[in-house]
């Protein structure tokens, strides 16, 4: 069973997460170029405001210009992750696994299906029934307005088999700012969050916890403290 290092970084900027990731990455990458086994880490964290862009996404999808980020107080990266557009923010459960799949399994579609798979579980506590929606990565729910909402963004990137970036998922986040974005470049759904489709307030940590068990099953691992 491998052991994946997890690290809580609370409410942290994108910038300073993105350079702990890139420096983890590269660090296990180097192992492995050494011929060393390598380690696994997880990290979770909340971001201030903040708008990324993938490497597929579109520009446009930025409803905002500079003046207007400003004015709601974001921030906006274009970044090395797949996919289009999303928004981070608090109230929003952002998970970076910088993991060698040489120690777990080297298929990328089957990583993203395995994550998508950890977010449906926790959902079920919830008596929520979580869905994958055909050529549009993430976890959605049934919605009778618009078909789907998503309620968890998918986006990786993965260097010789170490993965980085993650999952967003959406506990008890200000929804008016996905109003701004064309969320993964999808316009015919909608989005959604934990506290608005159960109609109550969500412990933030009680997801946090639920995920990690979630995660350690499926990936059949287990967490240890990374300091």
């Given at each position: ?195 608005t489709e159960v109609c109550e307030e969500v412990c933030f940590l009680e997801i946090e916890n639920l995920f990690k068990e979630g995660f350690q099953r499926v990936f059949n691992c287990s967490f240890s403290n990374y300091l």
């Amino acid at each position: 069973m491998n052991t994946v290092f997890f690290k809580n970084l609370g409410l942290v900027d994108f910038k300073e997460a993105w350079k702990i990731q890139e420096s983890l990455l590269n660090s296990i990458i180097k192992d492995k170029r050494a011929g060393k086994k390598t380690k696994n880490y997880i990290l979770f964290c909340q971001h201030p405001h903040v708008y990324t862009l993938g490497k597929s996404g579109k520009k446009e999808h930025l409803l905002l210009n500079d003046e207007e980020l400003d004015l709601r107080g974001a921030q906006f990266y274009q970044i090395n992750r797949g996919g289009d557009i999303t928004y981070h923010g608090p109230g929003q459960l952002v998970i970076y696994p910088v993991l060698d799949l040489d120690n777990f399994f080297t298929d990328i579609h089957r990583y993203l299906r395995c994550l998508e798979e950890v977010v449906i579980g926790v959902l079920e506590n919830y008596q929520l029934e979580g869905k994958r929606v055909t050529g549009a990565t993430g976890v959605w729910l049934k919605n009778e307005d618009v078909g789907f909402k998503k309620i968890c963004a998918l986006g990786v990137r993965a260097s010789r088999w170490v993965t980085m970036h993650g999952l967003a998922f959406n506990v008890c986040v200000d929804l008016d700012y996905f109003k701004n974005i064309v969320p993964c470049g999808i316009s015919d759904f909608g989005v959604t969050s934990l506290d608005t489709e159960v109609c109550e307030e969500v412990c933030f940590l009680e997801i946090e916890n639920l995920f990690k068990e979630g995660f350690q099953r499926v990936f059949n691992c287990s967490f240890s403290n990374y300091l």
